[in-house]
Each structure stands twice: as structure tokens, then as C-alpha cells.
T-cell receptor, first 110, second 113 residues
Framework: QKEVEQNSGPLSVPEGAIASLNCTYS??????FFWYRQYSGKSPELIMF????GDKEDGRFTAQLNKASQYVSLLIRDSQPSDSATYLC??????????FGAGTRLFVKA | GAGVSQSPSNKVTEKGKDVELRCDPI?????LYWYRQRLGQGLEFLIY????????KSGLPSDRFSAERTGESVSTLTIQRTQQEDSAVYLC???????????FGQGTRLTVV
């Protein structure tokens, strides 16, 4: 069983819609979670992190964490074509180790 | 340094040759990761260093792959007797390990012909 799982996609949404990206993790000791965005041909870059159960909002992005269900998600409101990228979920398990999922490809259609 | 630096940025090699990829992490970062990313695919974990020890080598795909790290500094990923399926972008990332983000280098694009 992979430690951090994501649907590889592609997830396709029309411009202006809400894109919902999901991630599950297996280690209940995971302390915090990160969402990275990777444009084609570029390296991943951090867009959000979340430590506590509930929602965390930053502009058009909302991260949601449910530790009981071992589930973390990223919502992108008012999706733009420029949001088209691969989104990587990562969990920090302590011991200096961060584990990445394989990523979900998002396409926002103009 | 200001960021994670990887070299070379591009490498074309003949099948069967050995290659060495280098990663200079951000100064002071304890954790260092190597990932492989094939064209259009997600990140594939290779190895993780904490300092100069590697508590998790589970992602190395075969014994042709090895990695070393000097203290909390430079790491090298060596691929011996390269095969065409080794062609990919090899990404290095480092983090301070204290529940913070991992910073990625720009990657080395390896092409085995």
C-alpha cells in the first residue's frame, strides 16, 4: 500500500468551476500535509500546507484535512487555465521525512 | 546556497555507460530526497537521506542505482550500466526536516540512447 495516494487523473474542469483534488494517507502519525503544484517541465513548488483538522483558505485555494478519515483535499475555486498543472500531495511523518503522492493532473478548459 | 542546485541540467548518455548526478541542497537542510519522474508521470521516490545516512532506500529500482551524501551537503546519485528505461528527469529536494516544505532543484534530464 502506498503511503500517500492520489488519483492520477487527468481531472478536467471548465474555466470558472471548482476543482477538487483528493489525497489519502496511511500513516496516522502524519503531522502535516502539503500541496505542491508542478507545471509541465518545471519543478514542484509549494502552494499550501495544513496542520490542523478543518479548512484552511488562501485566496482561491482551500485545503481540507480530516485526520480521522486520513484524508486531505485541495479545492481550487474559479479555476483558470493557468491552474492546469500536476498537483502533488505530501505528508510529513516526523523523523525529517516527507512523503509525496504521485500527483493528479488537472486540466482547466477555457 | 540560495536554492537546491542540480547538475548537470541535461545529460545524454549511451546505453551501458555510468552516469553521476549531483545535488547541492540548501545549506543546513538535514533531509534530502531523490525522485525520478518519467515523461508525463508522477514523482517516483528513490531514496531519502537524513544527514549522511539513508534510512530509506526502498525506492531504488535496482542495484544499478546507488546514492551517497557527504554530511549534510552534496549528494550524488549514480546509475551504472544505464538502460533506456532510465531516461527521466531526476529531481532532488531538501528540507530542514522541521515540518516544513521541501524545496526542489530544477532536475537533471537524463536521456539514454
Amino acid at each position: 500500500q502506498k503511503e500517500v495516494e492520489q488519483n492520477s487523473g487527468p481531472l478536467s474542469v471548465p474555466e470558472g468551476a471548482i476543482a477538487s483534488l483528493n489525497c489519502t494517507y496511511s500513516d496516522r502519525g502524519s503531522q502535516s500535509f502539503f500541496w505542491y503544484r508542478q507545471y509541465s517541465g518545471k519543478s514542484p513548488e509549494l502552494i499550501m500546507f495544513i496542520y490542523s483538522n478543518g479548512d484552511k483558505e488562501d485566496g482561491r485555494f482551500t485545503a481540507q484535512l480530516n485526520k480521522a478519515s486520513q484524508y486531505v483535499s485541495l479545492l481550487i475555486r474559479d479555476s483558470q487555465p493557468s491552474d492546469s498543472a500536476t498537483y502533488l500531495c505530501a505528508s510529513y511523518t516526523g523523523g525529517f521525512k516527507t512523503i509525496f503522492g504521485a500527483g493528479t493532473r488537472l486540466f482547466v478548459k477555457a | 546556497g540560495a536554492g537546491v542546485s542540480q547538475s548537470p541540467s541535461n545529460k545524454v548518455t549511451e546505453k551501458g555507460k555510468d552516469v553521476e548526478l549531483r545535488c547541492d541542497p540548501i545549506s543546513g537542510h538535514t533531509a534530502l530526497y531523490w525522485y525520478r519522474q518519467r515523461l508525463g508521470q508522477g514523482l517516483e521516490f528513490l531514496i531519502y537521506f537524513q544527514g549522511n545516512s539513508a534510512p530509506d532506500k526502498s525506492g531504488l529500482p535496482s542495484d544499478r542505482f546507488s546514492a551517497e551524501r557527504t554530511g549534510e551537503s552534496v549528494s550524488t546519485l549514480t546509475i551504472q550500466r544505464t538502460q533506456q528505461e532510465d531516461s527521466a528527469v531526476y529531481l532532488c529536494a531538501s528540507s530542514s526536516g522541521h515540518n516544513t516544505e521541501a524545496f526542489f532543484g530544477q532536475g537533471t534530464r537524463l536521456t539514454v540512447v
